[in-house]
């Protein structure tokens, strides 16, 4: 969901719930993980630093988490350079917002492949490439994590044999029909790091949705 000033400027939030009312164990333990990478994701965001290494930290706090539900081994570092976090968030983090959900993001542009525009956007650090875009103060962007579990796309890694000895396959098929849970909320750039937009959120926290959607 999201808002639209009256200056034209808008917002964009997402919020993952159960539809029973209550988390159960499994669904509550995968909520704190993409919750904690949302919270760590925004504590790290500041001004020079570069998209990718925005979604880095997220990814990090994903394979993390990961890791303890053990679904996925080893090192950390080694699963998110391998790719293996795309696996279970196929997107980047966040994205620009202003008078567009996906504000100035491929401005123009959006019939091109990425690959044409690379090394223009590389050069010049906007975000008419995402990953390539180094924030400034002012900058408004999502922060959105999220954690899904794609049987389709689980399916084909398997078969092409990506990602063996980091992700277990077999511990995955227990979640086959999980679903997903994503969490999303707006950021502002400071001069020494950033904070969300608005004086209060949307309820975020387990607690906090089962008050609200656990009522009769």
Known sequence: AGGEHLN?????????????????????????IVLKAHDDAAA???????????SDVAF?????????????????????AAGAAYL????????????????????????????????????????VHRATWRVEPGTVMSDEPGIYFIPALIDKMRSEGKFEGIVDYAALDKFRTFGGIRIEDDVLVTE????????????????????VVGKE
């Open 60 to 80: 990090h706090t994903l394979i993390e988490g990961l890791k303890e539900l053990d679904l996925v081994r080893g090192s950390v570092d080694d699963a998110i």
């Open 8 to 32: 034209g400027y808008v917002s964009d939030h997402t919020r993952t719930f159960p539809v029973g009312g209550k988390f159960t164990e499994k669904q509550k333990d995968v909520y704190n």
């Open 192 to 211: 020494s790091g950033s904070r969300f937009i608005g004086d209060k959120l949307l309820p975020l926290t387990v607690e906090e949705l089962e008050a």
């Open 44 to 54: 790290a965001l500041r001004p020079g630093m570069m998209d990718s290494e925005y």
């Open 88 to 127: 279970f968030m196929p997107h980047g983090l966040g994205h620009g917002m202003g008078m567009d959900v996906h504000d100035c993001e491929n401005i123009g542009e959006r019939s091109f492949d990425f690959s044409t525009v690379l090394e223009r956007a590389q050069k010049s650090a906007t975000c």
